[in-house]
């Protein structure tokens, strides 16, 4: 699986983005969908995840951001609403072959077994 995302840009703090995730393969529906993000200096962290069941968040993008796909385009989307500055970051879709009940094995990089290039969001004050 190819991963491809897109829509980063710059945007001034309560904006909104759509970020997505094209991906190649046949199978991308027996994916689940993460995204990440990082900051120069910091670890990725997860954002969220969109599995065959369930939708999961992070704490801290929780109500603001909202993960969908579409399986016939094979495209994840992650729309992110009332962004603030702390939401800069390069972000990067990932997909991952193997169901876990619950969100705790979604939230570790280690569960994901492609990833894409990521995008820059910009949010400014």
């Known amino acids: 699986v190819q991963l491809q995302a897109s829509g980063g840009g710059l945007v001034q703090a309560g904006g909104s983005l759509r970020l997505s995730c094209a991906a190649s393969g046949r199978t991308f529906s027996r994916y689940s969908m993460g995204w990440f993000r990082q900051t120069p200096g910091k670890e990725r962290e997860f954002v969220a995840v969109i599995t065959h069941w369930d939708t999961y968040y992070a704490d801290s993008v929780k109500g603001r951001f909202t993960a969908s796909r579409d399986n016939a385009k094979k495209t994840v989307y992650l729309q992110m609403n009332s962004l603030k500055p702390e939401d800069t970051a390069v972000y990067y879709c990932?997909?991952?072959?193997?169901?876990?009940?619950?969100?705790?094995?979604?939230?570790?990089?280690?569960?994901?077994?492609?990833w894409g290039r990521g995008t820059l969001v910009t949010v400014s004050s």
């Open positions: 990932s997909a991952s072959g193997t169901d876990y009940s619950g969100s705790n094995y979604y939230r570790r990089e280690e569960t994901y077994d492609y």
